[in-house]
């Protein structure tokens, strides 16, 4: 049963546009939602995140918007660039019941940004 | 000045055989984990160390035991492999009571198990 859905494997952008990476939770006990971006061979690398307290979040060209409602976000990269091809993972967080963070996650969205 | 470092890289071997894998962190973080992708790159948790303890035990066979020396080192030993052990292994470190603090990831162990 998977909380955290990233229901598009692969997303491919020309470059200059904007890349719209979404996902999808159930439970309703996340409180801290964050972005992670994965490289061929490399571990995924931290890129944004979001309390659950917010409905947007911008660092530079990345934005994150929450919809607590729809249970929904999205990754909006602004301009795309062909070096934001990469693999992007949704990761929801949420207490234990021993006080403990754990993150829960989606499978990924392949990005292809063509020149 | 890797932040998070697991070795080896690459892990070939056979059934039945025992086998390790390192992961060193220099970023001073209390907190350190390990994660499995397997072939659906499913990114699932293992375990999860707090200053030496674990506090994070998902359901995963007797056959992995996490061990950690110290608040820097967190080693995976696996017994007995068998052939869907095959995945890659990532250890992450991050720093605890602030719920927003992001994960490290390492560039993960490809363990192949023939």
């Known amino acids: 049963d998977q909380q955290v859905k990233q229901n598009s494997p692969s997303l491919s952008v020309q470059e200059g546009r904007i890349s719209i990476l979404n996902c999808d939770y159930t439970?309703?006990?996340?409180?801290?939602f964050l972005w992670y971006k994965k490289y061929p061979a490399e571990g995924p690398t931290f890129l944004i995140s979001?309390?659950?307290i917010k409905d947007k979040n911008e660092d530079g060209r990345f934005t994150v918007f929450l919809n607590k409602s729809a249970k929904h976000l999205s990754l909006h990269i602004v301009p795309s660039q062909p070096g934001d091809s990469a693999v992007y993972f949704c990761?929801?967080?949420?207490?234990?019941?021993?006080?403990?963070?754990?993150?829960?996650w989606g499978l990924g969205t392949s990005l292809a940004v063509n020149p | 000045d890797t932040a998070v470092s697991q070795t080896p890289k690459y892990l070939v071997t056979q059934m039945g055989n025992d086998k390790s894998i390192k992961c060193e962190q220099n970023?001073?973080?209390?907190?350190m984990y390990w994660y499995k992708q397997d072939s659906k790159k499913f990114l699932k948790i293992m375990f999860s160390?707090?200053?030496?303890?674990?506090?994070i035990n998902e359901t995963v066979p007797n056959r992995f035991s996490p061990k950690s020396p110290d608040k820097a080192h967190l080693n995976l030993h696996i017994n007995s492999l068998e052939l869907g052990d095959s995945a890659v292994y990532f250890c992450?470190?991050?720093?605890?009571?602030?719920?927003?603090?992001?994960?490290?990831f390492g560039n993960g162990t490809r363990l192949t198990v023939t």
């Open positions: 992450a470190s991050s720093r605890s009571g602030r719920p927003n603090s992001p994960l490290h």
């Open positions: 970023l001073g973080h209390d907190t």
């Open positions: 160390y707090n200053n030496k303890e674990l506090i």
């Open positions: 439970n309703s006990m996340f409180d801290y």
């Open positions: 979001i309390s659950s």
């Open positions: 990761a929801a967080s949420s207490l234990n019941a021993g006080n403990n963070r754990k993150l829960i």
